[in-house]
């Protein structure tokens, strides 16, 4: 069956230990499979760009937004809750979507999807991963670039008035980025409140909770993780990024030295938005370069 690159993707509901996470599968006949796992803050449109382009090439292509981002559903409580979000759920979530893949998955993990998959690929035998492409990432970051992104999340409490307020915002954010974004690509990543104002996506409990007081205590356990992983890997960075540095770079390498490593030369830490060009033909060819037969198959996975 010939991939109709012009149909939607198929959209699913995969449930977790409490909750439905929001899924997305482009080509679902293709291989092998790539799955996408964004970063924090992210949705699964993140990816949206890479995901078709490489269903077009042939491969299939799932991406999620992870609990409490997108469409997928927020931990019982919200916001009120104290935050009821931690490291660990978000690992055993992507834990749980690649198992049910009818083929162990190459993960593409941006930030902390990418942390995500170290973990995993380092701690869990079988691992659930054929390969792995960390866009960004390594076990240790340079702290100053996560506060920035943490800032921006929680700059702007009580929403906007207008999807152009929101571009406005973002585009302070991101000053490297020529256009701004319309506003039929900002609704995918605002919600309107019952008071009219907009407001990102993501749940207020994410910022309160676990999650961000977890990531710097977890860089022990990345960096022994790390080096444990003996699947092929791709760390993609950004030579403007100010979360991933050449000491972060060369100290995951002494830890994985099988891995690759590839400077993207105009990219900040939002790599596949600033060179999706480059980025592309870095994750096609290492998707080539990958022994065929090592595409072992699930026997009886079901399919989100």
């Not at 190459?106 to 792995?132: D, T």
Request: with cysteine; net charge negative.
């Amino acid at each position: 069956m010939v991939y109709d690159i012009h149909a939607p993707p198929a959209i699913s509901r995969f449930p977790v230990a409490d909750l439905g996470l929001a899924v997305e599968t482009r080509n679902p006949d293709g291989s092998p499979t790539l799955l996408f796992a964004h970063g924090f803050g992210q949705t699964r449109g993140a990816w949206n760009g890479a995901a078709s382009a490489l269903a077009d090439a042939g491969c299939r292509c799932v991406t999620y937004d992870t609990r409490g981002h997108g469409e997928s559903d927020r931990v019982a409580g919200g916001a009120d809750s104290g935050g009821g979000y931690h490291m660990d759920q978000f690992a055993d979530d992507l834990l749980r979507l690649a198992e049910a893949q009818p083929q162990p998955p190459i993960l593409v993990g941006a930030s902390m999807g990418g942390l995500l998959g170290i973990v995993l690929a380092g701690e869990m035998r079988p691992v659930p991963f054929r390969a792995l492409v960390l866009v960004d990432i390594t076990p240790r970051w340079e702290t100053a670039g996560v506060e920035r992104i943490l800032a921006f999340m929680q700059a702007h409490p009580d929403g906007f008035a207008n999807y152009a307020d929101a571009a406005e915002q973002i585009a302070a954010y991101l000053p490297q980025r020529r256009e701004r974004k319309s506003e039929e690509q900002l609704r995918p990543l605002l919600r309107e409140g019952a008071d009219g104002r907009l407001r990102w996506h993501w749940d207020p409990a994410l910022l309160a909770g676990g999650v961000v007081q977890e990531s710097e205590r977890y860089q022990p356990r990345l960096q022994a993780a790390a080096a444990k992983i003996d699947l092929p890997v791709l760390l993609l960075s950004g030579a403007r990024s100010d979360v991933v540095s050449r000491a972060t770079v060369d100290e995951f390498m002494q830890l994985v030295p099988h891995a690759q490593h590839v400077e993207l030369s105009h990219a900040t830490h939002m790599v596949a938005g600033d060179a999706n060009d480059a980025f592309m033909r870095e994750v096609v060819r290492f998707v080539q370069s990958l022994d065929p037969s090592a595409d072992r198959r699930h026997a009886g996975a079901a399919q989100p």
